[in-house]
C-alpha cells in the first residue's frame, strides 16, 4: 500500500510539472519558446508509456500518461492559439472571454490530481477490499476443516481407547447370563451419556452384536455394514453421514429411524494382535451442527457441510425460514439437495466442492436459496465430507459498494474549497 500512495504522489508531481509552464504562457500570451521537437517526443513517450500500462494494467501508469498527454496537447495547443495569426480567429471561434478560458483552465488544472485520485486510487482500495473478504471468507472455510477434522480424529481415537480397554475386549463373546454383562453395559453407557453419542455396540468376528447401549442393537447381524468392514481390517474407521438402520432419538426424545448418524468404530484385538470383533460408536450429527452454526459471518453468512452427492449435512442458519416457505419439512440434514433453484444442477460452490475443487469465488453464484453469494469450500476426503462457507455478496461487497459513495463525496466535499481558491487565482492571472 506504501509504493502504491507513493506511485500517486508521483504520479501528481509529474503531471503538476506541466502547470508552471502553462500559467507563464496564459501570462505572457506566448509559447514560442518552447521547442515543438522536445513536446512531440514527450507526447510520443507517453503515447508509448499509456500502451505500456494497459498491457500491464497498472492504473498509476495509465492515468499519469493521460494527464502528460492532455497537458502537452494544451501547451502545443495553446502555442499555436497565441500566435498573432490566429488571435482574430480565436477572437471570433471561441465565445468565451479569455479571462473565463484561462479561469476555467486553470480551475480544471486544479480539480486534476482529484481526478487522479478517483481514477486510481479508488479501484485499488475497492478491490483491497474485496480481496481481504475473500481471503476473511477462505480462511473461516479452513479453520471450519480443520476444526472438523479434530472432531473427528477426537472421535475415532476415543474409539481407539475404548477398543484397547481388557474389560471390553473380554466382552466380544459375552451373553446376559455371564455376571460382568451388566457391568460393560454400565461401563458404555456412562461413556455414551458423557460423550453424548447416541449409541456404543460391540461385535464379535462374525458381525453378530454382544453388548449394546441401544437394546435393539443386541443380536443385530452387522456383517455387511460398511463400519464392521472397516475395523474388522484392524484399523479405526469412520463412516460419512449416513441414516441410521434402528429407530434412534431425534431431537423430540422421540425414536425415529433413519436418522442421520456416524458411525466410528475400532478393531478388538486379543494378546497376540488378531482381530477378535469390532467395537462402534454411534454418534450425533447434531454435534457438527454446533461445530457450524457457531460461526458467525455477517447477517446472511452461513457454514455447512455435504455429502458426496450434494446433500446438507448440517442444519442451515436460515432453517426456520426455510421451513415456513415449505424449502423443507423437518430437517435439512440429508433432506435437502443443494441445487440451483428450478434446475437439478447442484450449485457452483458445492459442485467445485464434490469435485475436490478446493478454492473459492468472488465473483457471486446462485446458491441453494437463490441469492447470489459469495463462497469458499473444502473438500475432506477422509470423511467424504465437504465444508462450504457463503455470504450474500451484497453484504459482503457492501464496505466496497459504499466506498464509491464515501471517496466521491469526500472528493467532491475537498475539492470545492480548491475551486473556489483556483476561480480567485485565475481571474487574477488573467488580468
Request: overall charge neutral.
Amino acid at each position: 500500500m506504501v509504493w502504491f500512495i507513493i506511485g500517486v504522489i508521483a504520479a501528481i508531481c509529474s503531471t503538476a510539472g506541466f502547470i508552471p509552464q502553462i500559467i507563464r504562457g496564459i501570462k505572457t500570451k506566448s509559447l514560442t519558446d518552447v521547442s515543438p521537437m522536445m513536446m512531440a517526443l514527450t507526447l510520443m513517450g507517453s503515447s508509448l508509456w499509456l500502451v505500456y500500462g494497459l498491457h500491464l494494467g497498472n492504473t498509476i501508469i495509465i492515468a499519469t500518461n493521460v494527464a502528460i498527454i492532455l497537458c502537452v496537447i494544451t501547451i502545443l495547443l495553446l502555442r499555436v492559439l497565441f500566435k498573432p495569426e490566429f488571435i482574430q480567429l480565436r477572437k471570433r471561434v471561441m465565445s468565451f472571454s479569455l479571462k473565463s478560458r484561462i479561469t476555467l483552465l486553470f480551475m480544471m488544472f486544479v480539480l486534476l490530481p482529484f481526478l487522479l485520485l478517483r481514477i486510481t486510487a479508488y479501484p485499488r482500495i475497492q478491490a483491497d477490499i474485496r480481496e481481504v473478504l475473500i481471503w476473511n471468507i477462505d480462511g473461516v472455510a479452513y479453520n471450519q476443516a480443520a476444526l472438523v477434522t479434530n472432531w473427528m480424529h477426537e472421535r475415532m481415537m476415543n474409539a481407539r481407547v475404548i477398543a484397547n480397554n481388557p474389560f471390553v475386549i473380554k466382552s466380544v463373546n459375552i451373553t446376559k447370563e455371564d455376571k460382568d454383562y451388566l457391568d460393560i453395559v454400565q461401563y458404555l453407557k456412562e461413556i455414551n451419556n458423557e460423550y453424548g453419542y447416541r449409541g456404543i455396540l460391540i461385535s464379535n468376528d462374525k458381525g453378530l452384536v454382544t453388548v449394546a447401549t441401544v437394546e435393539e442393537e443386541i443380536g443385530r447381524d452387522i456383517l455387511q455394514t460398511g463400519y464392521f468392514h472397516g475395523a474388522i481390517q484392524g484399523k479405526t474407521f469412520i463412516s460419512s453421514v449416513v441414516p441410521s438402520d434402528i429407530p434412534l432419538k431425534n431431537q423430540y426424545g422421540e425414536k425415529e429411524l433413519s436418522m442421520p448418524t456416524i458411525f466410528v468404530s475400532s478393531p478388538l484385538k486379543d494378546k497376540n494382535e488378531a482381530v477378535i470383533g469390532v467395537v462402534a460408536l454411534i454418534i450425533d450429527v447434531s454435534k457438527l451442527n454446533d461445530l457450524m452454526l457457531n460461526v458467525e459471518l455477517g447477517k446472511t453468512g452461513e457454514t455447512y457441510l455435504i455429502s458426496k452427492d450434494g446433500y446438507m449435512i448440517t442444519e442451515s442458519r436460515f432453517a426456520e425460514h426455510h421451513k415456513k416457505v415449505g424449502l423443507v419439512e423437518e430437517r435439512f440434514t440429508l433432506k435437502l439437495k443443494l441445487i440451483k433453484q428450478g434446475s437439478d444442477e447442484l450449485t457452483y460452490g458445492v459442485r467445485q466442492c464434490v469435485f475436490e475443487n478446493n478454492g473459492f469465488d468472488g465473483e457471486g453464484y446462485e446458491n441453494y436459496r437463490g441469492i447470489t453469494v459469495l463462497g469458499a469450500w473444502y473438500w475432506l476426503p477422509e470423511f467424504n465430507l465437504g465444508i462450504i462457507v457463503e455470504i450474500d455478496r451484497d453484504e459482503g461487497y457492501g464496505a466496497a459498494y459504499n466506498l464509491n459513495y464515501i471517496v466521491t463525496s469526500v472528493l467532491l466535499i475537498l475539492a470545492f474549497p480548491f475551486i473556489m481558491v483556483a476561480y480567485l487565482i485565475g481571474r487574477k492571472i488573467s488580468t
